[in-house]
C-alpha cells in the first residue's frame, strides 16, 4: 500500500441546502494521510468536523472531490459495497459510546466481528482479548446500562479495533466523560492504535488532546490548516 497517501481528500466540497440559502460547509479540501498516522482534528463547533468524517466514512456523500482509502475511491462503489467496505475498514468511536444496550460488553466488541463474516472461537477469544486490554476482561458479561460512561467508551474502544479496520474514526471521544476519566480514555485508544498500527481521524473542539497528535489540523472556512504541535502546547 502506498504509505504516504494511505487517505486521500481531494477537493472535497460539501454544503447543505437550507431553503432557499446554501451552507458550505467543505471547500475544495485536501488532505494526504500516512498509515499509523494519528490526526487531530481541531475546529470550532459548527466548523464542520462531523461533517468530513460522515465523508470519510462514506455515510454521507460529498457535493464534489474524491474520498480514497486504502486505494478504494468510495465514489465508485455503490450504496451496498459502500457499507460492506465501512464495516471492514473502519472502526468508530462516538461522543455518546453509541453500544447497543440489549447486547453484553463481549457481544458488542463481537458484533463488528460477526458483520465481517467471523464466528469461530478464534473470533470469540479475539473480542475477549481486547476487552483484557482495555482493562475490562472481567466485565464481558455486563450490559452497557451496568456500566460508567468511561467503561462503556472503554468497550466502544475494543468493539472499533478488534476487527482489525484500516482506519479509526473518533468524533469528541472524552466529550461525555470527565477530565481525569477523559484523559485514561486517550492514553488506553492511544496506546491501542499505536500497538496494533491503526490509522486514526480524532475530531474534537478540546485543544489539549493535540498532545496524543502526530499531525494537528484545524477546519476553518471550509479549509484544512496544519497547526504546529509545539504551538499547540504552549497556548
Ligand atoms: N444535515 C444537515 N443539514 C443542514 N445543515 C447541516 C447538516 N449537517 C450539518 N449541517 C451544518 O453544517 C455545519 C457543520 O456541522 P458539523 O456537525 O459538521 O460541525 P462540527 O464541527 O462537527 O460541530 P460540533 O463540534 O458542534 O459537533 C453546521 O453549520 C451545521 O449546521
Redesign the pocket.
Known sequence: MDKEGHIKLNKLTKS???GVKT?A?LDEMDLSVKEGELIVLL??????????L?LVSGIDKPDSGEVVIGGTDLAKLNEKDRTLFRRKNIGFVFQSFNLISTLTAHENVLLPLKLKGANDEETLSKAQRFLDEVGLGDRGDSYPDRLSGGEQQRVAIARALAHEPMLILA??PTGNLDYETGKTILDILKNLVRKNGRTIIL?T?DRDICKIADRVLE?RGGKLSEISITEEAIQ
Open positions: 447543505y441546502q437550507e451552507r460547509v475546529g470550532r463547533s459548527g466548523s464542520g468536523k462531523s461533517t468530513l460522515n468524533d469528541e475530531a473542539h477546519i
